[in-house]
């Protein structure tokens, strides 16, 4: 779009402009704002006080005007936002509420009441992913259609839906990323995406050519590909990627590095990973 908007600590919003333009959204959230989605070229935000807000543009002046707010159907954190089904579902500290979208004043309390770490719309359905690691599939009524339990990888931080696959791809406190097959839920691999113990903060598909943007706790940003048989670092050819079978480009912390002529064969020496400088796998 036109627009970026950021949110901060303090409950403001401003929105940037690709002519230049800056303006400050205002009433601003009585907390640090905590979810942003886009709906219908409508904006909704939600904070870390329990209230929702729904911006639209003004085209003639240039300005967003806050044509609704949410502010006594939800009751903890905002912390992810979805609108699905001809509903607003909100992911908080304390489990989902659902808000009816047409009249915003109508909520329900879905269970688990637990913290939820993601939400994404899925032919009809919306996915539940919680912060324990473990989903739940619901359908427009908001009856569960599926759930299972925690990721082996642990507890989840943020969700991303991928087109290539499709994929449900979650990041982990612990920097792995587990990608999970859809509709049939099964995990397809696991893999350490950030730095040991660096938590995977955020991720956002590209919505083409199975790429997505994975942000980490110490500020690293890094692109991914999905091929066919594996998810890689965007720049690594598929001829480099037949190399893990040999060593590199596979590091002793997961990472599928870009390969070299260094690296090549099984007896190579001195060779770093690319993204964390570690060995190679099996190395000594």
């Known amino acids: 779009g036109e627009w970026i908007v950021c949110g901060y600590e303090d409950g403001r919003l401003r929105a940037f402009s690709q002519t230049g333009g800056d303006v400050q959204l205002t009433p601003a959230h009585p907390k640090g704002v905590s979810a942003m989605i886009v709906h219908q070229q409508v904006l909704v935000t939600g904070c870390a006080a329990g209230v929702v807000r729904c911006w639209r543009e003004e085209k003639q002046s240039g300005t967003f005007v806050n044509s609704y707010s949410v502010e006594d159907l939800i009751n903890s954190q905002v912390r992810c936002l979805a609108a699905a089904c001809g509903m607003l579902w909100v992911g908080g500290a304390n489990g989902i509420i659902v808000v009816e979208l047409a009249t915003l004043s109508r909520a329900v309390q879905v269970k688990p009441e637990k913290k939820v770490a993601g939400l994404l719309e ?49 990041g982990h406190v612990g920097g792995e990323v587990s990608s999970v097959a859809l509709p049939s839920f099964e995990l397809q691999t696991s893999w350490q995406a950030a730095q040991e113990k660096c938590q995977v ?33 965007r720049g690594t050819t598929a001829a480099s990627a037949s190399k893990v079978k040999n060593g590199a480009p596979l590091c002793e912390r997961g990472h599928l590095c870009l390969w070299s002529a260094r690296a090549d064969g099984e007896y190579a020496r001195g060779w770093r990973c690319n993204l964390c400088q570690a060995k190679r796998k099996g190395e000594r």
């Not at 259609?145 to 943020?158: D, I």
């Not at 199975?210 to 594996?230: C, H, M, P, T």
């Open 201 to 233: 903060r955020c991720m956002e598909s590209a919505r083409h050519s199975g790429i997505f943007i994975l942000g980490a706790e110490n500020g690293d940003l890094q692109v991914w590909q999905r091929d066919d048989s594996k998810v890689r670092p």
């Open 122 to 170: 899925f032919q009809d359905h919306v996915i539940a992913v919680y912060a324990d690691g473990s989903a739940y599939v619901f359908d427009s009524t908001t009856k569960v259609k599926h759930s299972q339990g925690p990721l082996p990888a642990g507890p989840v931080l943020c969700i991303a839906g991928l087109e290539s696959g499709p994929r449900v791809l979650c």
